[in-house]
């Protein structure tokens, strides 16, 4: 068997050797990369807006149609749906302005960038990896080549991607990645010892200005600050994992160079933390407690990880549950299974610094939306992945690297690279499968919801919001059901009974309408169109005095609706107040020929 050593190690010494030329490196791969990419991606051309976020965003919305002074004006002042993401709408903007309000266009767009991103990461991860890997044969070495491309399709191809790029409200998402992606570039080139003519200082100007635009397409980048100094520890080496060495004297000038990016970071948190309060999206501690958002937390930072391994199952919502908290099983192996993997990686950093950075990296990116200021009904949502997980596709190149290389006193053999090759792009082929399949759920919004139900059958917002759909397309039974559905799991949804009511009526069953809207009312007091609607009911009944009594309440709720005008005036007209109902309608055509006209569909 010792005879067959040399011949190993001279086939081996051939692998190794082995460098791809700069074009392959420079474009072959790239453009292999992007093409993959659009083509895992591709159904999503096919696919609609959704009614989750993109009618009040997009199809509602005139004020970002143009880039005209108004709609510049309007892009960089309005926390509409609560983020500040002023060139996402500007992105937005130009799709309109050249496309109209086609949804293959959005779609496109997103598409585009998202494989601009994975080309992006490619080359970021060639300067991890050839800093990680300083024995490598340097960046044009096929094993290099090999593992950053497979990091970048990991990335790219893996299906928890798919709501960032299919969902057209998540602009935001793969324009801030890629801002992102190329503001960590600059700073590796700055602070590492790649041989260029540009001076660091620019490369930090550049990395600054970088990142000055990725909170302005999205602020959840806020943690990068502490990322720099996770680059600092590795590959960079700029600093120890001994912190008493973080305050020494040689280590001023790698704090001093954060105040930037720390201070824009505070703005763009505080205005991010703005928003939502304008919106009135963050949870108060009232109704939803410190312990919920603490079991949040662990939850999520366990199930990224999971889905990242074994990404099937996915679902555009994950309900947070009725009851929610510490003592569910998800939560308590979710915990258990974070503290595991933490306290593994902090004992072996010094052997193997890269997962410890790469499992940190993977915490801080994560922690602005894990969940302690809670907004929405989601628990998690696979979009948050977009950035964070970035480091464990970076991780798995550098796995891949580590088995190419294989030690040098035993050498692998072409038979070897083969398998491990082939097993690589089985993995590429299996994600990009399931990607393609994903898109689909996203095709229109009953295929949206209906998914969500397949994977979580009690979704209250799920039943509800497919509800809404089904029924203006006259499927009145089946909505009556999913609100009956939705009502079961959330009894106090005041939404579910007002239109629940209102399907109801429609079938002549008042007594039951009634019933839904007072219920609706006893939830939200001030539901001006619960008001109107019971109005119309006992329109119908022919009590008057009663209807009359809920239009006014509805009136005093929301005086500027003209519906309510008209109908409060005819149900005077009824009881011959002639007088009165002639000033109601004055009102009411008023309201109409104004700019600013409301409708029933524009009221709460």
Known sequence: MTSNIPGKLQQSNKLRGIVLSKSTARWFVPVTICAATCA???????ND????????NLISNQNFRGLGWNQLRWMFTTFHMGPYQPLSWLTLGLDYSIWGMDPVAYHLTNVFFHSANAV?????????LTLAFPESDGEESWQVILSVAFAALCFALHPLRVESVAWATERRDVLSGLFYVWTIYCYLHARSRFSDNVPSRHWMSAAFILYLLTLLSKATAITFPVVMVLLDIYPLRRLTWNLGTWFMPEARKVWQEKIPFIAVAVVFASIAVLGQQQVSAVKSLGSYGIEQRLAQVVFGAGFYLWKTLTPVGLSPLYEIPPNFGFWDSAVLIAGLATVAVSAWLFLIRDRWPAGLVCWLYYLVVLAPVLGLVST????????????SCMSLAVLAGGALLFFLQGPHEMPMGLPTATVIGATAGAIMIALACLTWRQTAFWRNTETLWTRVLEIDPNSSFAHYNLARYIARSGRYDEATRHYRAALTTRPDDADS????????ARNGEFEKAIEHFDAAIR???GYAKAHFNL??????????DEAIESFQRALALQPGVAEIHQNLARALAMQGKKAEAAEHLETALRILKSPQQSSAEGFR
């Open 40 to 46: 895992a991606f591709l159904p999503i051309l096919w």
């Open 49 to 56: 807006f959704v009614e989750w976020d993109d009618y009040e």
């Open 120 to 128: 992006s990461l490619y080359f970021v991860s060639r300067r991890l």
């Open 376 to 387: 929405g009904p989601q628990l998690v949502a696979d979009r948050y992945s977009y950035l």
């Open 497 to 504: 009974h007002n239109n629940l009511g209102l399907l109801l």
């Open 523 to 525: 939830v939200d007091p």
């Open 535 to 544: 109005g119309r009911v006992f329109v119908r009944q022919g009590r008057l």
